[in-house]
C-alpha cells in the first residue's frame, strides 16, 4: 500500500503560480509512473498530468499544456507540480496517485488517496 502526502496549496490571484508537493512512501515510488489529479466542487475527479517513472516523459491535460509543469525527484520520493498562469478553474482539491495510461489520458491507479490540497484561484 503506497500513502501520499500532497501539499502547497493555498489561495492566489488569477496569474498567480503555485507549487504543489506530493511525497509517497510504502512502495517503491521510483517505479511508477506518478499523477496529479483534481477534483473541483460538484465535478468528479479528473486526471491533470502524469510522469513516467525515469522521469523524462511528461502528458498533460489540454487545459493545463503551457502552464503547469510535472517534475520528480525520486531520491527524495517526492513529484511536484508548478503550476503557472493559474485561472479561476483550476481552484480545485488537487491529488497525487500512482498513474496509468488510459485511452487518451491517464488513470489513478491505486485506491487509495491522500488528503489531498486546495487550491484556490480568485479572479
Known amino acids: 500500500q503506497v500513502q501520499l502526502v500532497e501539499s502547497g496549496g493555498g489561495l492566489v490571484q488569477a496569474g498567480g503560480s503555485l507549487r504543489l508537493s506530493c511525497v509517497a512512501s510504502g512502495r517503491s515510488f521510483s517505479s511508477y509512473t506518478m499523477g496529479w489529479f483534481r477534483q473541483a466542487p460538484g465535478k468528479e475527479r479528473e486526471y491533470v498530468a502524469a510522469?513516467?517513472?525515469?522521469?523524462?516523459?511528461?502528458y498533460y491535460t489540454d487545459s493545463v499544456k503551457g502552464r503547469f509543469t510535472i517534475s520528480r525527484d525520486n531520491a527524495r520520493n517526492t513529484m511536484y507540480l508548478q503550476m503557472n498562469s493559474l485561472k479561476p478553474e483550476d481552484t480545485a482539491v488537487y491529488y497525487c496517485n500512482l498513474a496509468a495510461p488510459s485511452r487518451s489520458k491517464y488513470s489513478p491507479v491505486s485506491d487509495s488517496w491522500g488528503q489531498g490540497t486546495q487550491v484556490t484561484v480568485s479572479p
Open positions: 510522469i513516467h517513472w525515469t522521469g523524462r516523459n511528461t
